[in-house]
């Protein structure tokens, strides 16, 4: 690992913080995360639990707790000394096959499989990983710990840090690495689309609306790869990271992903057709890491491939196949 100088993010944390009016209207956990980036949000959640994070002076036992200006927040002190570093593992109920794309001293690039929650369930992505790991982690204290999300029916490229040093690099670098889906949807898109737009939280989903408060700016870019028998293959590159933003966006302009039920297609027998195919590390990165290449890809579960034979999609098939 190259990358030095880490002992300033473990100690410079000001414990007690004042809202202001520019961190207002975030939820508690989305503002921890972002504000102490060697904190996880495991460790968020365990600290909240336990009554360890007050809101002008009471306990919060509710992590979506939305920030007011002028709320004073304090956090206890053994958070400093946390640092990412390990509890107790929990072995998983069911052990599942990791399928690990790529993996050195600093990170393990997964192919995440289809209904496996990374974090929160015993049968986590994350505790699969750990106890995967759990040899090392005895050895060394620290946890692996994911630096980016996928929805729970979402396939492919996760990325975790194995060592503290890489989860604070990527954690403050996390935006510089892109990442490119490849998507089955409905109805048949015949050109490529630069959608830009804005994401309110409405329940459950995310709704594409104006500009407005509470709102979030999203982007990406979506190609049509090949069409037939009115559905789409079609890659999209995010220039944003919001939540489901590819699901609702595409949804929003008539193009429901399949087996995406939250937004408008009906439940698939197998999950939904969004797969994390490919991810880009910059050279910094690269060197930092000390990574093999910049690309890594993921190739679709086999479900995809049953899904185009039963639905007489040839071409669909073939030019997943040529993404790889």
């Not at 929003?252 to 590390?281: C, N, Q, W």
């Amino acid at each position: 690992m190259k990358y030095n100088g880490i002992s300033e993010y473990l100690h410079n944390i000001n414990m007690k913080l004042i809202i202001t009016k520019n961190d207002a209207n975030q939820r508690l956990d989305k503002f921890l995360r972002k504000k102490i980036k060697t904190i996880s949000l495991s460790l968020i959640y365990k600290l909240i639990r336990k009554g360890k994070i007050t809101i002008n002076g009471k306990k919060i036992n509710d992590q979506k707790y939305f920030l007011q200006e002028n709320d004073q927040l304090e956090i206890i002190d053994e958070l400093k000394s946390h640092n990412y570093y390990t509890e107790r593992l929990v072995k998983p109920t069911t052990l599942k096959n990791v399928d690990v794309i790529y993996e050195n001293d600093n990170i393990m690039i997964i192919n995440k499989q289809n209904r496996m929650s990374v974090h929160g369930f015993e049968d986590s992505l994350d505790n699969q990983v750990q106890w995967m790991l759990k040899n090392q982690i005895e050895k060394s204290t620290f946890k692996p710990t994911h630096v980016h999300r996928l929805d729970r029916d979402t396939t492919g490229c996760i990325v975790y840090a194995k060592s503290h040093d890489a989860a604070v690099l990527l954690n403050r670098e996390i935006k510089t690495l892109e990442k490119e889906y490849l998507v089955i949807v409905e109805n048949e898109l015949k050109q490529e689309i630069r959608q830009d737009g804005y994401l309110k939280n409405i329940g459950e989903k995310m709704v594409v609306t104006d500009h407005s408060e509470n709102t979030q700016a999203f982007s990406q870019t979506i190609t049509p790869v090949a069409c037939e028998n009115n559905f789409s293959l079609l890659r999209v590159h995010i220039h944003t990271g919001k939540k489901h933003q590819i699901r609702a966006g595409l949804a929003s302009i008539g193009f429901p992903v399949v087996g995406d039920m939250r937004y408008g297609h009906a439940e698939g027998p197998t999950g939904i057709f969004l797969h994390a195919y490919r991810i880009y590390f910059p050279d910094t990165l690269v060197d930092k890491l000390e990574l093999s290449k910049n690309i890594y890809v993921a190739r679709v579960p086999a479900f995809w491939n049953n899904f185009c034979f039963n639905n007489n999609l040839r071409l669909i098939k073939e030019k997943l196949n040529e993404q790889y």
